[in-house]
């Protein structure tokens, strides 16, 4: 993967070539993958279910400072790492862009000037290179990008995933034409929970490495937070959705009480109680709904799956009841274009159409939506 800071350097030559080229299967097809959904620059090579290459360029040290992303800021940046990320991305794997077969570009959910720059590099490149479009949805490819890890999904799986912005736990027959939303977070998603128990904290954004850090030194059983939409009759309206909001405000009012106190504030305690509360009700809501609905093996992906205690909780009751889990390495975890280009490179395969030149950004792409 090629991770930097945005600059020039690498491919220098030509973005658009002309040359003669036979047709390509499109289990052999190459597909560019461009995401542009929040703070992070992503270029992607995938052919098949083989990835080429990952390059990023990420703003986040841009927004460090503001405690959050600013969209303004996003959007600026992307505009100015497109091209030179596209270059890197090339260069890195010995490719002329003349060779790619098809492209794939996140039309949302996401931030609406980031993904407008992203879909109006793909459209052009599109133009330019005459080649079939697929704008995808960024939510699924979190799931998707598993297959360039772990190989393509058996017949029917269950996927998890938990981001800054999104909590689902989708149902998955087909990972372009079979998803069901089985549950989603009904207010805070778990990594902005995260972000803002951090904040509260007084750690650096974002706030969820740092708080994962400190609960690794503390103890989870220290505080009984509570666990959202878990009660009886919550479950009966809410099974498979997520809250995280009262959490987040136990979590402000007990750090408060001691505040007012005078008492000494136990953070690796704190954060450990808490994301044990995160990880027990993602676990706990996901595992039953494998076991209702027959699955065999679970998908967790988006960047909250890089949590230590989501992982070593998943993989104990994963094992306890007889279900595979599958989690990609960290580092595609967060926002990458390898995740696009593997869910284009998934609807090349079983020839769905491609997105019309008009294709339109959604900021809240609803997940009955692989494609547009």
């Known amino acids: 993967m090629v991770r930097s800071a945005r600059s020039g350097e690498g491919y220098r030559g030509p973005l658009l070539q002309t040359v003669d080229s036979s047709p390509v299967s499109a289990d052999g097809s190459l597909v560019l993958g461009i995401e542009t959904s929040c703070d992070e620059t992503g270029v992607a090579l995938v052919r ?99 297959e360039l890890v772990h190989g393509e999904f058996p017949a029917r799986v269950m996927a998890l995933v938990v981001s800054g912005g999104h909590s689902s736990l989708l149902l998955v027959d087909d990972i372009v034409t079979g998803i069901t939303e089985l549950g989603q977070t009904l207010d805070d998603a778990a990594g902005e929970a995260f972000d803002k128990v951090g904040r509260l904290l007084g750690l650096p954004y974002p706030g969820g490495p740092h708080i994962d850090r400190l609960a690794r030194g503390g103890n989870p059983e220290a505080i009984r937070f509570p666990r959202g939409l878990s009660r009886r009759e919550d479950l009966e309206r809410h099974r498979y959705d997520f809250s995280f909001s009262g959490l987040k405000t136990a979590v402000a009012r007990w750090v408060e009480a001691r505040q007012d106190a005078g008492e000494e504030i136990p953070l690796a305690d704190v954060a450990a109680s808490f994301a044990a509360s995160v990880a027990d009700v993602l676990t706990a809501k996901t595992i039953a709904a494998c076991q209702r609905h027959e699955v065999d093996t679970l998908v967790i992906g988006g960047g909250f799956s890089a949590n230590s205690q989501l992982r070593e909780l998943a993989a104990e009751r994963c094992a306890e009841a007889g279900i595979t889990l599958r989690i990609p390495p960290i580092r595609f975890c967060t926002d990458n274009g390898a995740m696009i280009a593997a869910l284009g490179a998934a609807a090349l395969r079983r020839g769905v159409a491609p997105s019309d030149l008009g294709l339109p950004v959604d900021s809240s792409m609803p997940l009955t939506l692989v494609t547009r």
């Open 48 to 146: 098949g279910t083989e990835l080429l290459v990952d390059a990023i360029a990420s703003s986040v040290d841009e927004h460090a400072r503001f405690g959050g992303i600013i969209p303004e800021i996003a959007s600026r940046a992307h505009l100015e790492a497109m091209v030179p990320t596209l270059r890197r991305a090339l260069a890195q794997a010995d490719v002329d862009l003349a060779e790619v077969d098809a492209i794939a570009v996140t039309a949302g959910p996401g931030l609406v000037g980031s993904l407008t720059v992203g879909a109006a590099a793909a459209k052009a490149l599109s133009v330019g290179l005459d080649i079939p479009l697929y704008g995808v949805n960024h939510v699924i490819g979190h799931a998707a990008v598993d």
